[in-house]
């Protein structure tokens, strides 16, 4: 069974970080291109970041050079480094394999980031 659980979300001032993490279980994260997904209010989900199988990361373009998508194979947990936050960084955070997100399949409950100006 499939189980994502996202945390580290919180509340933070705008140019500060925040770390997220994706435990990952019933999905091997280094076998499968894991992302960061995020949803504003009123906005549908998009994608963020992912990590290849391969090890290669991608970016959407408003978040390129401050975020830093990684992952810890022993642990099995995919993160998100978020740095320079701006406020309309805020969104539910999401982690997913994109295979899983194309089917709209094993949503975690997210997590919150909400940054103030």
């Known amino acids: 069974q499939v189980q994502l659980v996202e945390s580290g979300g919180g509340l933070v001032q705008a140019g500060g970080s925040l770390r997220l993490s994706c435990a990952a279980s019933?999905?091997?994260?280094?076998?499968?291109?894991m992302g960061w997904y995020r949803q504003a209010p009123g906005k549908q989900r998009e994608l963020v970041a992912m990590?290849?199988?391969?090890?290669?990361?991608q970016y959407t373009e408003s978040v390129m050079g401050r975020f830093t998508i990684s992952r810890d194979n022993a642990k099995n947990t995919v993160y998100l480094q978020m740095n320079s936050l701006k406020p309309e960084d805020t969104a539910v955070y999401y982690c997913n394999s994109n295979i899983y997100a194309l089917r709209n399949q094993h949503w975690g409950q997210g997590t919150q980031v909400t940054v103030s100006s």
């Open positions: 019933g999905v091997i994260v280094w076998l499968n291109n």
């Open positions: 990590i290849t199988s391969s090890d290669h990361a």
